[in-house]
């Protein structure tokens, strides 16, 4: 068994960032901006009115002052004259402020009468004026890589980019062996079991911004499995659920052994999860998982997360950890770090009592993954602890 930081490690080094692609923007929202991108534009390209009002030599400005209105300047419309002492320009937010002004009175300071202002007593302070360039200039960097949120997406579009550069999604085989496993909304057999973690594992890895493929529920038999990874060919990655174990029917290793797969480790000191195996099939990265239910998608979490991120060009980098107080005491932990269903709730978190790794409904009320140390003596309530979000 090797530690989880280092079957991290050797996970990373079975996958490279893969190439980029320009993808249009309404397109790009979950992908990775695989390099910097420089803007194409200064915004806002002009000085602009912030508010709707009257645009006017900013030194004459007082309670009572009268300006003379002599046009209008609207976002799309600028006014093309200059604004001298005692005139006025109608303006609306967005517009380009006229040569000469430098002062937008909004129009609640404002009596109109005609075609004459007069300045209220209470006036707004500031000029109401979004200087040129005052949210970014031309050349100015989106840096990349990075995961695009939706504002650096709005932000590529205001710099005039209309597709960006972007790494190819990962392609990630999921292949779920088992003769107990049937499909959600088919029949099972008395002895038989629905899939499930496969649809979890997708949703996570599809969240992450990998294409995953789900390839039929595999038995456990030499020709199922070879098959299984026949299907997979192409894909970057093929990650296989169950049969990872030391059961007779647990065939994914040897299968795998014989298809000429270079191990990179068998089996983890992490709870749940032991039987974790990875390697090297041809080009693709190959990750066993173990089929309970919770080890799947907690190994999901932990390892093929951050895996999917390298690929997208992203640091190799462990889930964040965060810290709280425990809210009910903790017995000691064993020789392999245990990851146990918990929820945090304002700073306190609490273990469930049951962390068996088959129990998918503890894992759905989860919303954190308590990191216990190798060893770690038993803990008292109010201890800090770690713990990652999921
Ligand atoms: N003698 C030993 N037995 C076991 C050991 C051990 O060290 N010695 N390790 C245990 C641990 S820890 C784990 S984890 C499991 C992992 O076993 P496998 O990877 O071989 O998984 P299976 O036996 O195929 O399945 C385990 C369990 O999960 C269910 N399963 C499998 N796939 C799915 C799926 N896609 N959706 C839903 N449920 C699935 C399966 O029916 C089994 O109940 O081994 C322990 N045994
Ligand atoms: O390690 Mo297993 O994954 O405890 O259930």
Redo the contacts with the bound molecule.
């Keep these: 068994m090797i530690p989880v930081a280092e079957a991290l490690d050797r996970l990373f080094a079975l996958v490279r960032p893969l190439e980029a692609e320009d993808v249009a923007l309404t397109d790009c929202a979950g992908r990775v901006l695989a390099r910097t991108v420089n803007a194409r534009r200064t915004q806002p390209p002009f000085a602009a009115s912030a508010m709707d009002g009257y645009a006017v030599v900013g030194d004459q400005v007082a309670p009572g002052a009268k300006f003379t209105v002599i046009g209008e300047a609207a976002a799309g419309h600028a006014f093309d004259g200059v604004v001298a002492v005692g005139q006025a320009v109608r303006i609306f937010t967005g517009a380009p402020i006229p040569s000469g002004a430098s002062h937008v009175v909004i129009q609640e300071d404002v009596e109109r009468t005609g075609d004459t202002i007069t300045l209220n007593d209470n006036l707004d302070s500031g000029s109401n004026i979004r200087p040129a360039g005052g949210d970014f200039v031309e050349g100015a960097e989106l840096t990349g890589p990075r995961r695009l949120s939706p504002a650096h997406i709005a932000l590529a579009a205001a710099m005039n980019l209309p597709k960006l550069p972007v790494t190819r999604r990962p392609i990630v085989a999921i292949m779920a062996t088992g003769n107990e496993l049937v499909m959600p909304g088919e029949t099972p057999k008395d002895d038989q079991i629905i899939a499930s973690n496969n649809f979890g594992l997708k949703a996570l890895l599809e969240s992450r911004g990998a294409e995953v493929r789900m390839l039929p529920i595999a038995r456990d038999t030499h020709e199922a499995l070879r098959l299984g990874f026949d299907l997979a060919r192409g894909a970057d990655l093929v990650v296989t659920i169950g049969g990872a174990?030391v059961g007779d029917h647990d065939l994914v290793a040897p299968v795998a052994a014989d298809l000429g797969m270079e191990t990179s480790f068998y089996k983890i000191a992490?709870?749940?999860?032991?039987?974790?195996m990875a390697g090297k099939l041809g080009d693709m990265a190959m990750v066993g998982l173990?089929g309970?239910p919770?080890?799947?998608l907690?190994?999901g979490q932990i390892f093929l997360c951050p895996l999917i991120d390298v690929m997208l060009g992203l640091p190799a980098a462990a889930a964040p950890r965060l810290t709280a107080r425990l809210a009910a005491p903790l017995t000691a932990n064993g020789p392999?770090e245990h990851y146990m269903r918990a929820r945090v709730e304002a700073g306190e978190i609490t273990a469930y009592d049951n962390q068996?790794?088959?129990l998918l409904g503890i894992l759905a009320d989860a919303n954190a993954l308590l990191v216990r140390p190798v060893r770690d003596p038993a803990q008292d309530i109010g201890a800090t602890v770690e713990y990652i979000a999921i």
Excluded: Q
């Design positions: 174990s992490m709870r749940p999860g032991k039987p974790l173990p309970n919770v080890s799947a907690v190994c392999r068996d790794s088959s």
